[in-house]
């Protein structure tokens, strides 16, 4: 059965755009990693990647429009080089590389980091500077993993979360960041056949609940406490950890 025609597929897939659109504007961060695994429950996994892709430039466009003057330009220039080399290199080992292992080892790290920073104290702690070495380690997994299932959250946070910005500018960094990413990885998709009608038909139905689920995710980011927000999005990266080691362990 076609998504399209398909009423369990729409069963996974409108919750799973809510929630990617809530944290593409910047509230709950990487949980946007649970779209392609939502919507896997009905439809193959590289599918899902392809029919969410138009779902999440929209996103990427509201997001951009909504945080154009707030974000960290120290934080771009280290990260977007980094993440488009990323990019790079999921397209040309996607045939090689185990998405299975990259889950499972990229969710180890994620619950090492979050475990270390919720018992060594570290939410009073002074904020770290910038690391342009970190940097590009962190954004060029970031890129790898989004190109394979858009899952760039848990690396991306594993840099930025330390510099302890204010949450708006946290989530417009975010926003263009993954903007650029996912904008880069338009034609790289096209060439692998993941454009085709059928998945385009069903991105398009989607499509009205994408600027929705965005505007409420940046609403809700540009009102927050700080030490609320973080908590809460340390808090996101430790399930998403654990899913991508759910994920990962049952694939070996």
Same mark, same amino acid.
């Given at each position: 059965?076609?998504?399209?025609?398909? /009423?369990? $597929?729409?069963?996974?897939?409108?919750? =799973?755009? $809510?929630?990617?659109?809530?944290?593409?504007?910047? +509230? &709950? &961060? !990487?949980?946007?990693? %649970?779209?392609?695994?939502?919507?896997?429950?009905?439809?193959? /996994?590289?599918?899902?990647? &392809?029919?969410?892709?138009?779902?999440?430039?929209?996103?990427?466009?509201?997001?951009? +429009?909504?945080?154009?003057?707030?974000?960290?330009?120290?934080?771009?220039?280290?990260? #977007?080089?980094?993440?488009?080399?990323?990019?790079? #290199?999921? @397209?040309?080992? *996607?045939?090689?590389?185990?998405?299975?292992?990259?889950?499972?080892?990229?969710?180890?790290?994620?619950? #090492?980091?979050?475990?270390?920073?919720?018992?060594?104290?570290?939410?009073?702690?002074?904020?770290?500077?910038?690391? %342009?070495?970190? !940097?590009?380690?962190?954004?060029? #997994?970031?890129?790898?993993?989004?190109?394979?299932?858009? *899952?760039? !959250? *848990?690396?991306?946070?594993?840099?930025?979360? /330390?510099?302890?910005?204010? /949450?708006?500018?946290? =989530?417009?960094?975010?926003?263009?960041?993954? =903007?650029?990413?996912?904008?880069?990885?338009?034609?790289? @998709?096209?060439?692998?056949?993941? $454009?085709?009608?059928?998945?385009?038909?069903?991105?398009?139905?989607?499509?009205?609940?994408?600027?929705? =689920?965005?505007?409420?995710?940046?609403?809700?980011?540009?009102?927050?406490?700080?030490?609320?927000?973080?908590?809460?999005? @340390? *808090?996101?990266?430790?399930?998403?950890?654990?899913?991508?080691?759910?994920?990962?362990?049952?694939?070996?």
């Amino acid at each position: 059965m076609l998504p399209i025609t398909n /009423p369990f $597929f729409y069963l996974c897939a409108i919750p =799973a755009v $809510f929630i990617v659109g809530m944290a593409k504007g910047g +509230f &709950g &961060g !990487g949980l946007a990693l %649970v779209g392609v695994p939502m919507m896997s429950l009905a439809i193959p /996994p590289v599918q899902a990647a &392809g029919i969410l892709l138009p779902i999440l430039l929209v996103m990427d466009a509201v997001g951009l +429009f909504s945080y154009r003057a707030i974000y960290c330009r120290k934080t771009l220039l280290i990260l #977007i080089p980094a993440g488009l080399l990323g990019t790079l #290199i999921g @397209y040309f080992t *996607a045939a090689y590389i185990s998405e299975t292992l990259i889950r499972l080892v990229t969710g180890i790290i994620a619950l #090492i980091f979050v475990l270390d920073y919720w018992f060594n104290n570290k939410a009073n702690k002074a904020p770290k500077p910038h690391n %342009v070495i970190l !940097g590009g380690i962190w954004g060029t #997994i970031s890129g790898v993993t989004s190109f394979i299932a858009h *899952a760039g !959250g *848990a690396p991306f946070q594993m840099y930025v979360l /330390p510099l302890r910005l204010a /949450p708006p500018v946290m =989530a417009g960094t975010a926003v263009i960041f993954f =903007a650029t990413v996912n904008f880069s990885k338009v034609l790289p @998709y096209f060439a692998l056949g993941q $454009f085709d009608a059928k998945n385009i038909s069903t991105s398009l139905i989607l499509l009205p609940l994408a600027p929705l =689920a965005t505007i409420a995710g940046i609403k809700i980011v540009k009102h927050i406490d700080k030490e609320l927000f973080y908590k809460i999005t @340390y *808090a996101g990266l430790f399930i998403i950890a654990l899913k991508l080691i759910w994920d990962g362990a049952s694939g070996l």
